[in-house]
């Protein structure tokens, strides 16, 4: 921040730089595994222990236990998987395109329970499994290209969450060649 030709540094608060008790999380692990559990139980996919990383967006982390990976026996519906890192904390991939780490963030300050991030996990989650989920890459003719995706239907009671990530245009060219350009997610289908 500058005043009147003076740079003056500004700093937070002790509670937005320090997490105190990182454990509070631990729930989310247990909640993920019965979730997925219960999932693979229920719907026709395939689970192994794979977790791949989104190209350009996402960056190697260490695991706390092997990821889950559901994967649709129809390729129209969006594959789903949860990593397990050591902090405790998750981080979710839908699609083709979509990450989130649960909890964002998980300083004192912010101040973020297990319960919300389960809460919050579940309506990114019940969207893609219901088919509520769109990916598209966007490449405007001038000005910066895009990954984007909108979780909901536009009706529903609580609204649209969407978002995405600034990629370089070379990147979404090439996404678009390999036809990606935008993905309609199908709701999953049930176990017979």
């Known amino acids: 921040m500058h005043l009147k030709g003076r740079r003056v540094e500004t700093q937070l608060p002790d509670e937005y730089t320090r997490v105190t008790n990182p454990e509070r999380f631990r729930p989310l692990h247990d909640f993920a595994r019965n979730f997925f559990e219960r999932l693979a139980n ?9 977790f791949e990383l989104v190209p350009i967006i996402m960056q190697r982390f260490d695991y706390a236990r092997p990821p889950i990976t559901l ?13 397990f890192t050591p902090f405790p904390s998750l981080v979710l991939r839908c699609g083709k395109f979509f990450s989130e780490p649960f909890p964002v963030c998980a300083c004192d300050g912010c101040g973020r329970n297990a319960d919300e991030e389960v809460d919050r996990l579940q309506r ?6 219901a088919g509520e989920f769109l990916e598209q890459v966007q490449l405007p003719l001038f000005g910066n290209a895009h990954v984007t995706y909108r979780l909901g239907r536009i009706d529903a009671p609580h609204g649209l969450a969407s978002g ?3 990629v370089a245009r070379s990147e979404a060219r090439k996404l678009r060649r390999a036809g990606f350009e935008r993905i ?6 049930k176990r017979t």
């Not at 229920?42 to 794979?50: G, Q």
């Not at 994967?71 to 990593?83: G, Y």
């Open 42 to 50: 229920e719907y026709d996919v395939i689970e192994s222990s794979e």
């Open 71 to 83: 994967t649709p026996q129809a390729r129209e519906e969006a594959p789903i998987s949860v990593a």
């Open 124 to 129: 990114v989650l019940n969207p893609v499994i």
């Open 164 to 166: 995405g990530s600034q």
């Open 184 to 189: 309609q997610w199908a709701p999953w289908s």
